[in-house]
């Protein structure tokens, strides 16, 4: 039976997409992931703690920001803060339909919304090319998580 849990975390961690493959081999080495499972729900938690941090980030600077046309950045600002906040609150839903073993499409359902989510802050400049985002590592990094998060419940499917 061990054989086949760690043999199933492998396989888990090897068919995440080669752009997201370390990121998924990582956190197959933190304490405690020992199944797929594990593995899924420790992808929820690095993701929400990023997503908050963006969060932070994108508050922190918007409380500083004196420059260019302040209402249209402000609303932009605005736009990454909540779109942070949606991926962290999508994500503790995530964690509840992992709790109680949810349907696989209503696990896709809801990381389909966390994706999305972490798309709405380069999204927003993105309709303003004018206005470069003070925030492209963080936009990219996070959604990486998220969408790290969906092959990983993908792969596990397939297990």
């Known amino acids: 039976m ?3 849990i760690v043999a199933s975390l492998i396989l888990v961690a090897v ?14 080495k933190l304490p ?7 593995l899924l729900e420790a992808a929820v938690r690095v993701t929400i703690t ?3 941090q963006a969060k932070r980030r994108v508050d922190t600077y918007a409380a500083s920001y004196h ?3 302040p209402m249209v950045s402000m609303l932009l600002l605005e736009t990454c803060s909540q779109a942070y906040g949606s991926v962290a609150d999508s994500l503790v839903e995530t964690q509840r339909l992992i709790d109680r073993h949810a349907s696989n499409a209503e696990l896709n359902r809801q990381l ?3 994706t999305t989510d972490a798309l709405d802050c380069n999204n ?5 090319p004018e206005i470069v985002s003070p925030f492209p590592g963080t936009v990219r990094n996070v959604y990486r998580l998220a969408d ?10 397939q297990v």
Do not use: H, Q, W
């Open 50 to 52: 990023k997503a908050k």
């Open 112 to 114: 389909s919304y966390v």
């Open 15 to 28: 068919t995440c997409r080669s752009s997201i493959r370390t990121m998924c081999r990582s956190l197959t």
């Open 32 to 38: 405690g992931v020992t199944t797929p499972r594990d």
């Open 124 to 128: 927003a400049f993105d309709e303003r």
């Open 67 to 69: 420059g260019g046309n």
């Open 2 to 4: 061990a054989r086949f």
């Open 148 to 157: 790290n998060i969906l092959n990983i419940a993908y792969a596990i499917k």
